[in-house]
């Protein structure tokens, strides 16, 4: 496989163009991009020149634990080696106990496991496993939250961009603003809202919640019978921290979702925890017993991953590595606030980090700023991505559609080195997007000309 890799790699770009999405080939050229990747290790991305880049995506979160760590790879190797039999169906998996036995350790307050393929899988699970439990058609999420694609999850999430042209979507789902506990107060009274489902820390936009919030919440859906269920897709595994963000305010969720990092990032794993009685009352007798599952969720590989993730978080300390590195990070970083007027906030826990940037105040700054405002809401952000990864090597994200934050969701492998790479790299950038006339607002036009004839 690695020598068919090696030989069609060149024609990446064609074969997605011809068999997949040819506008997200289109994308990658006009951003720069397309350098073709050729490996990955540890939190480091290579090119197909031998650059190494500091990898601050890590597959929207997936790699906590780094690309192609060690002990994964053994441990993934060790269950083909061993000719297990996987997916028997009328059987139960050895590895699926033992990894969820590990998870009800960190979360000693939830009972019981059920596995799926994908974080949109726990969500959908999560949707049914609280109408089924509850009684209750309603489901309330966050405005500009982020719950996933497929129609269940697609209908928990916010944002007008990946919801337009897919309507209609699933009935009695009803959002409220983020940290807004009367008007949460509001939507549970009726008491025909089985669940409230949040991320702790919203991903698009890395927005943190008020210290009375998520304390708030959980006090009210206990109030009216409905139940707490906390996304922790991206902000678990010790993303922020802790193993879960919601630790950091004491809650205790009626259930949890975890997925992304837990994979190792080489198989597609999530995992809804929740307390016995909601498990009971789906899976509540014999000729119920499949219920509701997915053929290939409790597959030994994945399974395997979990089990390694694990390992490899508690032996390395990397929740206790992504407290210290992400407080460090996120000073240094504040740090530069005062001295540039385009940047406006940094926030975050743990290695979840948001950078806000804004309109400034002196007049040829906030006139260039407009321009590109107008042409597309949150392309400045592109201005400081794009050179970013051409001129410092570095791959990261904006915060979501429209969003004026760049969101840092690294390996929380990264070491002081690498933080010292972000801080000086980010500098300079920066300080590039207030030199009018400059290579950044040089860069900032020919974006806003793209997006012109885009929207011609």
Same mark, same amino acid.
């Given at each position: 496989m690695?020598q068919?890799?090696a030989?069609?790699q060149a024609q990446?770009s064609?074969?997605?163009?011809r068999y997949l %999405?040819e506008?997200?080939v289109?994308?990658?050229?006009?951003i720069?991009?397309d350098?073709?990747f050729?490996?990955?290790q540890g939190?480091?991305?290579?090119?197909r020149?031998?650059a190494r880049?500091l990898?601050?995506?890590?597959?929207?979160?997936?790699?906590?634990?780094?690309?192609? @760590?060690?002990?994964?790879r053994?441990a993934?190797k #060790?269950?083909?080696d061993?000719?297990?039999? %996987?997916?028997?169906?009328f059987?139960?998996?050895?590895?699926?106990g033992?990894?969820?036995?590990?998870?009800?350790?960190y979360?000693?307050?939830?009972d019981?496991?059920f596995f799926?393929?994908?974080?949109a899988e726990?969500?959908?699970a999560a949707?049914?496993f609280a109408r089924g439990?509850?009684?209750?058609p309603g489901?309330?999420?966050?405005?500009?939250?982020y @719950?996933g694609?497929?129609?269940?999850?697609l209908?928990?999430t916010g944002? #007008?961009n990946?919801?337009? /042209?897919?309507?209609?979507?699933?009935p009695?789902?009803?959002p409220?603003?983020? %940290?807004?506990?009367?008007?949460?107060?509001?939507?549970?009274?009726?008491?025909?809202?089985?669940?409230?489902?949040?991320?702790?820390?919203?991903g698009k936009?890395?927005?943190l919640?008020?210290?009375e919030?998520l304390?708030?919440a959980?006090?009210l859906c206990?109030k009216?019978?409905?139940l707490f269920?906390a996304?922790?897709i991206?902000?678990?595994?010790?993303r922020? /921290?802790?193993?879960?963000?919601?630790? @950091?305010?004491?809650?205790?969720?009626d259930?949890?979702?975890?997925s992304k990092?837990?994979?190792? /990032?080489h198989?597609?794993?999530?995992?809804v925890l929740?307390?016995?009685s909601?498990?009971?009352k789906i899976f509540?007798?014999?000729?119920?017993?499949?219920?509701?599952?997915s053929?290939?969720?409790?597959n030994d590989?994945?399974m395997?991953?979990?089990?390694?993730?694990l390992?490899?978080m508690?032996?390395?300390?990397?929740?206790?590595?992504a407290?210290?590195?992400g407080?460090?990070?996120?000073?240094?970083?504040?740090r530069m606030?005062?001295g540039?007027e385009?940047l406006?906030?940094?926030r *975050?826990k743990g290695?979840?980090?948001?950078?806000?940037f804004?309109p400034?105040? #002196?007049l040829?700054?906030?006139?260039?700023?407009n321009v590109?405002?107008?042409?597309?809401k949150g392309?400045?952000?592109?201005l400081?991505?794009?050179p970013?990864f051409?001129d410092?090597k570095?791959?990261?994200?904006?915060a979501g559609h429209g969003? @004026?934050?760049?969101?840092?969701?690294?390996p929380?492998?990264?070491?002081?080195?690498?933080?010292?790479?972000?801080?000086?790299?980010?500098?300079d950038?920066?300080a *590039?997007s207030?030199?009018?006339?400059g290579a950044i607002w #040089?860069?900032?036009?020919t974006?806003?000309? %793209?997006?012109?004839r885009r929207?011609?």
């Amino acid at each position: 496989m690695s020598q068919l890799f090696a030989d069609r790699q060149a024609q990446r770009s064609a074969l997605h163009n011809r068999y997949l %999405n040819e506008q997200f080939v289109r994308v990658l050229k006009t951003i720069g991009y397309d350098v073709g990747f050729q490996k990955g290790q540890g939190q480091y991305l290579y090119d197909r020149e031998g650059a190494r880049y500091l990898d601050l995506l890590s597959g929207f979160g997936v790699f906590a634990i780094g690309r192609n @760590h060690p002990v994964m790879r053994e441990a993934l190797k #060790s269950v083909l080696d061993a000719d297990l039999p %996987n997916l028997v169906q009328f059987d139960v998996s050895t590895l699926a106990g033992v990894l969820a036995e590990r998870l009800l350790k960190y979360v000693p307050y939830l009972d019981k496991v059920f596995f799926a393929n994908s974080g949109a899988e726990c969500v959908e699970a999560a949707i049914k496993f609280a109408r089924g439990a509850t009684g209750r058609p309603g489901i309330v999420y966050c405005a500009h939250g982020y @719950h996933g694609l497929t129609y269940g999850a697609l209908s928990l999430t916010g944002d #007008s961009n990946f919801r337009t /042209g897919f309507e209609p979507l699933l009935p009695g789902c009803t959002p409220v603003p983020f %940290n807004d506990l009367a008007a949460l107060e509001k939507a549970l009274a009726s008491r025909e809202v089985a669940a409230f489902i949040v991320e702790p820390i919203q991903g698009k936009g890395v927005n943190l919640p008020t210290d009375e919030f998520l304390p708030g919440a959980a006090a009210l859906c206990k109030k009216y019978g409905t139940l707490f269920v906390a996304d922790e897709i991206q902000t678990g595994m010790g993303r922020t /921290g802790r193993f879960l963000a919601v630790e @950091h305010w004491n809650v205790e969720p009626d259930m949890v979702l975890l997925s992304k990092s837990l994979s190792g /990032g080489h198989v597609p794993v999530g995992a809804v925890l929740t307390r016995k009685s909601i498990f009971d009352k789906i899976f509540n007798q014999m000729d119920r017993a499949v219920v509701h599952g997915s053929t290939f969720s409790k597959n030994d590989l994945a399974m395997a991953a979990g089990i390694a993730t694990l390992d490899v978080m508690e032996s390395e300390k990397l929740i206790d590595a992504a407290a210290k590195r992400g407080a460090e990070l996120r000073l240094a970083l504040t740090r530069m606030v005062p001295g540039y007027e385009l940047l406006k906030e940094v926030r *975050g826990k743990g290695l979840m980090i948001g950078i806000e940037f804004g309109p400034p105040k #002196s007049l040829r700054l906030r006139a260039s700023w407009n321009v590109l405002e107008t042409a597309n809401k949150g392309l400045f952000c592109q201005l400081i991505t794009v050179p970013l990864f051409k001129d410092h090597k570095i791959l990261t994200q904006v915060a979501g559609h429209g969003s @004026h934050t760049i969101k840092l969701l690294p390996p929380l492998t990264i070491t002081e080195e690498d933080c010292s790479w972000i801080e000086k790299a980010f500098d300079d950038v920066i300080a *590039g997007s207030h030199k009018v006339p400059g290579a950044i607002w #040089s860069l900032g036009k020919t974006l806003v000309d %793209n997006a012109v004839r885009r929207s011609a």
